[in-house]
């Protein structure tokens, strides 16, 4: 998509104090990690892949976590997982809010991790437990995970992006520790269209972006999808939500549009508004990328 050519965008960039530390405190902590978790979002799980992750990791054992499955569509899900195991690797799917897939996870961190015992059964060495970090974006959901392995609330979790601020080791079980980061960034955000997605999805603080903006290029984003892969939105979600319909405007017009209809003229009320109800599933559960290399006529998205 190249939604960002149509938009005259202020670049959006983000990179609080405490990311810088928190990157140099991960570099040196994963020279003692075992097992990689690389947590993302299944609504944008390629704009929340940080570049740099393979370079930082480099043969250790990476298992990859498409979190918040709870909001995207079972054809989105299906597509994703085909992508990934076409490039070789096959992803969990979870929804750390609600527990589900989190027992598949922690069984494959230890797995992943045995070899380590193994070395040091050969070398007449006691077991011990294997040390995973859990890396990613803000806001993808790394806390939640944590906290439903470990069966209680042990770390700070919200839905906004930042509340993780320092490195903390958490005991999971006599198998499995694992070490909780905040969310990482790269320190440029050169990929404009990425950006605006982590906006939309509120995986990047809100004061370094204008919510008009990010949300009439959310509408043309919904709009795209509708025309290329209709089958994975919902019928007509700003017509359900809003008794509006969307197809007619551009994203600049339909926030105008709605402002009028709904909110007494207030354009930045309607835009909040709808970057809200998405993030909240309410115009439906459906995800803002899919895979270009897929052939959508397989999965009946035309």
Same mark, same amino acid.
């Given at each position: 998509?190249? *939604? &960002?050519?149509?938009?005259?965008?202020? #670049?959006?960039?983000?990179?609080?104090?405490?990311?810088?530390?928190?990157?140099?405190?991960?570099?040196?902590?994963? %020279?003692?990690?075992? +097992? !990689?978790?690389?947590?993302?979002?299944?609504?944008?799980?390629?704009? &929340?892949?940080?570049?740099?992750?393979?370079?930082?990791?480099?043969?250790?054992?990476?298992?990859? =976590?498409?979190?918040?499955?709870?909001? *995207? $569509?079972?054809?989105? %899900?299906?597509?994703?997982?085909?992508?990934?195991? &076409?490039?070789?690797? =096959?992803?969990?799917?979870?929804?750390?809010?609600?527990?589900?897939?989190?027992?598949?996870? $922690?069984? /494959?961190?230890?797995?992943?991790?045995?070899?380590?015992?193994?070395?040091?059964?050969?070398?007449?060495?006691?077991?011990?437990?294997?040390?995973?970090? !859990?890396?990613?974006?803000?806001?993808?959901? %790394?806390?939640?995970?944590?906290?439903?392995?470990?069966?209680?609330?042990?770390?700070?979790?919200?839905?906004?992006?930042? +509340?993780?601020?320092?490195?903390?080791?958490?005991?999971?079980? %006599?198998?499995?520790?694992?070490?909780?980061?905040?969310?990482? *960034?790269?320190?440029? @955000?050169?990929?404009?269209?990425?950006?605006?997605?982590?906006?939309?999805?509120?995986?990047?603080?809100?004061?370094?972006?204008?919510?008009?903006?990010?949300? /009439?290029?959310?509408?043309?984003?919904?709009?795209?999808?509708?025309?290329?892969?209709?089958?994975?939105?919902?019928?007509?979600?700003?017509?359900?939500?809003?008794?509006?319909?969307?197809?007619?405007? &551009?994203?600049?017009?339909?926030?105008? /549009?709605?402002?009028?209809?709904?909110?007494?003229?207030? !354009?930045?009320?309607?835009?909040?508004?709808?970057?809200?109800?998405?993030?909240?599933? @309410? @115009?439906?559960?459906?995800? #803002?990328? *899919?895979?270009?290399? =897929? =052939? +959508?006529?397989?999965?009946?998205?035309?």
């Amino acid at each position: 998509m190249a *939604i &960002t050519q149509n938009y005259k965008l202020n #670049l959006i960039q983000w990179y609080p104090g405490h990311i810088a530390k928190a990157e140099r405190q991960l570099k040196e902590q994963l %020279k003692s990690v075992d +097992v !990689v978790l690389e947590v993302r979002d299944a609504r944008i799980p390629i704009s &929340t892949h940080h570049p740099q992750v393979s370079e930082w990791i480099g043969n250790k054992a990476r298992l990859l =976590i498409l979190n918040r499955l709870d909001m *995207i $569509s079972p054809q989105a %899900k299906e597509l994703w997982t085909e992508y990934f195991r &076409t490039h070789n690797e =096959i992803p969990f799917c979870t929804n750390a809010q609600e527990g589900k897939g989190i027992i598949a996870v $922690s069984k /494959a961190a230890q797995f992943a991790g045995s070899a380590v015992n193994e070395r040091r059964k050969e070398r007449g060495m006691l077991p011990r437990p294997i040390r995973a970090v !859990v890396i990613g974006f803000p806001n993808v959901g %790394k806390s939640a995970l944590i906290n439903r392995l470990l069966g209680k609330r042990v770390v700070q979790s919200a839905a906004r992006p930042g +509340v993780t601020r320092s490195l903390r080791w958490v005991r999971i079980s %006599k198998e499995l520790e694992l070490l909780d980061s905040p969310g990482i *960034i790269p320190l440029k @955000l050169e990929n404009q269209e990425a950006a605006l997605k982590l906006a939309i999805c509120d995986d990047i603080g809100e004061a370094s972006y204008d919510n008009q903006k990010v949300a /009439a290029v959310f509408i043309d984003i919904v709009g795209e999808l509708q025309e290329t892969a209709p089958k994975i939105l919902p019928e007509n979600p700003f017509l359900s939500r809003y008794n509006l319909e969307s197809t007619p405007y &551009t994203g600049e017009e339909y926030l105008l /549009a709605l402002a009028e209809h709904k909110y007494q003229g207030d !354009v930045e009320r309607s835009a909040r508004h709808i970057l809200t109800d998405y993030r909240k599933g @309410l @115009l439906g559960k459906f995800p #803002l990328e *899919i895979p270009e290399s =897929i =052939i +959508v006529d397989d999965y009946s998205l035309l």
